[in-house]
């Protein structure tokens, strides 16, 4: 089965910019899967129609199988996203900011500690749990905002350019631990515009500049032809 199938996806903003011109993605269960391109090439559109941020103009989006406009709830339960930005609040203790996101899955408080502690003890964060967020290192916070995606124990992880701006030494633990994740069974997808750092993780790739993807194949073979 695909972890995600995207055919024909396009998304006309408002104010009548194209940023997705009919795009088609397939990534296999079990993938880790590289979306490279430009900055404004659309990535972050393309991630955001798939987490139900951003409206589709139109096309089919379909993860796990669940079509995204039949059954959003199913498709919503298997992603889970870390955005480029911190978005949690900076004033809220870290094991709070991770229980209340299991709460927006339904998952009962008690059982929400449990996946929690889960949570933060994969990203050494767990002894933290009573601190604000705010007082968290940039490489903390980065690893909470995966904590938190992790939490409802999505099966397909979107992680949008989760080392910009970071320090190599941050960058390379990232990366141990997103390939451990991925070898434990998660697909991943991951948006960067460095080749270097889908080079070193991923398995296919696609390219997208300016809303259309110009390149699908696997990593290796795209090596070969550079
Ligand atoms: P990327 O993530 O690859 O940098 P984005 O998906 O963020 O690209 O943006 C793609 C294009 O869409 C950019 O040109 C951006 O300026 C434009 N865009 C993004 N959000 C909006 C919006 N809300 N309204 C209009 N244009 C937007
Ligand atoms: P309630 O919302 O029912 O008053 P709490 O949110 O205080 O309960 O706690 C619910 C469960 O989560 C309890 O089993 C509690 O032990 C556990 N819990 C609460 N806060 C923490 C914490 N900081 N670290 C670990 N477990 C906690």
């Given at each position: ?153 999505p099966k397909l992880l ?23 994740l991925n070898?434990q069974g998660t697909t991943i ?38």
């Amino acid at each position: 089965m695909n972890a995600l199938a995207i055919s024909d996806l396009r998304k006309v903003y408002k104010n009548g910019f194209e940023a997705l011109k009919g795009i088609d993605i397939n990534v296999a269960e079990g993938d880790f899967f590289a979306l490279l391109g430009p900055n404004g090439a659309g990535k972050s559109t393309a991630i955001g129609i798939i987490s139900s941020l951003v409206n589709k103009t139109s096309g089919q989006v379909e993860v796990f199988g669940h079509d995204l406009d039949k059954d959003p709830e199913a498709v919503k339960s298997c992603i889970g996203l870390v955005p480029q930005e911190f978005n949690f609040n900076m004033w809220e203790r870290i094991g709070e900011i991770v229980v209340n996101q299991a709460g927006f899955y339904g998952i009962p408080r008690k059982e929400a500690w449990r996946r929690a502690e889960a949570s933060l003890k994969q990203l050494d964060l767990w002894d933290k749990r009573n601190q604000m967020s705010r007082t968290l290192s940039g490489g903390m916070k980065r690893r909470l905002m995966i904590a938190r995606a992790l939490v409802h124990r999505p099966k397909l992880l979107i992680l949008d350019e989760p080392t910009a701006g970071v320090d190599i030494e941050i960058r390379r633990s990232m990366w141990a631990f997103m390939s451990e994740l991925n070898a434990q069974g998660t697909t991943i997808i991951l948006t960067t515009h460095y080749l270097e750092e889908a080079e070193s993780l991923c398995r296919n790739i696609a390219i997208i500049n300016q809303g259309r993807i110009v390149e699908n194949t696997r990593m290796d073979q795209l090596l070969r032809q550079l």
